[in-house]
């Protein structure tokens, strides 16, 4: 997504964290697998795991879930009807996206599991910041 917004022109704009709903991994790098992928693909992955916090939902407009588990995790944390609209599946922002919401485990998906995963994570970023830029108006006028 950090890509996807910089390529945009709207880092000064968007601000973007990530944070599991787990705190086994907190303090961590991603897998390594996951940081050879994303290099593949010219992306560095280097911020560290933390875990998500119900104060989170006041500091941004849109919260992520990637699974079923990570969605019942964080709706557990809703504090009102605010923070359970900003509440989204990652997937609901990719409109070839039909048949699931959830984004699979890379670790059961095979030798081409992270792989898959950057795909479909990219395809849902790719929807939702379309779906932040003309929900907030943030084309230039040149643009419109």
Same mark, same amino acid.
């Given at each position: 997504?950090? +890509?996807?917004?910089? *390529?945009?022109?709207? *880092?000064?704009?968007? *601000? #973007?964290?990530?944070?599991?709903? =787990? =705190?086994y991994h907190a303090g961590e790098l991603p897998d $390594? +697998?996951?940081?050879?992928?994303?290099? /593949?693909?010219? #992306?560095?992955?280097?911020? !560290?795991a933390r875990?998500?916090? =119900?104060d989170d939902y006041a500091r941004f407009d849109y919260v992520l879930a990637m699974d079923s588990e990570n969605m019942d995790n964080l709706q557990s944390l809703c504090?009102?009807?605010?923070?359970?609209e900003r509440l989204h599946w990652l997937r609901s922002f990719d409109p070839a996206s039909k048949r699931t919401l959830d984004v699979p485990d890379p670790y059961y998906g095979? $030798?081409?599991?992270?792989?898959?995963?950057?795909?479909?994570?990219?395809?849902g970023c790719r929807g939702?910041? =379309? !779906?932040?830029?003309? *929900? !907030?108006?943030? /084309?230039?006028?040149k643009e419109k």
């Open positions: 997504m950090r +890509r996807l917004v910089a *390529e945009a022109g709207y *880092e000064d704009k968007i *601000e #973007i964290e990530s944070a599991g709903t =787990a =705190a $390594p +697998r996951s940081r050879e992928e994303s290099l /593949r693909r010219g #992306i560095r992955l280097e911020s !560290h875990q998500f916090q =119900a504090d009102g009807t605010q923070d359970r095979g $030798p081409s599991g992270f792989a898959d995963v950057f795909d479909i994570c990219e395809a939702l910041l =379309a !779906h932040i830029v003309d *929900e !907030h108006d943030l /084309r230039t006028r």
